[in-house]
Nanobody
Framework: QVQLVESGGASVQVGGSLILSCAVT????????MGWFRRVPGKERILVAK????????YYLPSVEDRFSLSRDQAGSTLYLQMNNLKPEDTAEYSC??????????????????WGQGTQVTVSS
């Protein structure tokens, strides 16, 4: 059974930094196809960052690409999202997601098989 558990959400001041973590357990995961979303109440979930395996590249939401960085440990068991220079508009619930190996990994696509429950990030001025 696949589980994704996020942590690291917090309340921070404008300009601050946070690192979100996503612990992944289970075998039915393409560790090269994982990412982070965010959602504000009343709005659709938005893809923030995503690893794409072939060719190897990373998608970033344009509004965060010079401030956020996606990474993972070598085992593929933990996914990270480094967030710098946070802005009030970054306030959202952040969730990680992973694709099953049997499904395609499309660059920039929000299509994932597995989802975590989310962690709240609040940025105040």
């Amino acid at each position: 059974q696949v589980q994704l558990v996020e942590s690291g959400g917090a309340s921070v001041q404008v300009g601050g930094s946070l690192i979100l973590s996503c612990a992944v357990t289970g075998n039915d995961i393409n560790s090269a196809c994982m990412g982070w979303f965010r959602r504000v109440p009343g709005k659709e979930r938005i893809l923030v960052a995503k690893f794409h395996p072939s060719p190897t590249r990373t998608y970033y939401l344009p509004s965060v690409e010079d401030r956020f960085s996606l990474s993972r440990d070598q085992a593929g068991s933990t996914l990270y999202l480094q967030m710098n220079n946070l802005k009030p508009e970054d306030t959202a619930e952040y969730s990680c997601a992973a694709q099953a190996p049997s499904r395609p990994c499309i660059f920039g696509s929000p299509d994932f098989t597995y989802w975590g429950q989310g962690t709240q990030v609040t940025v105040s001025s």
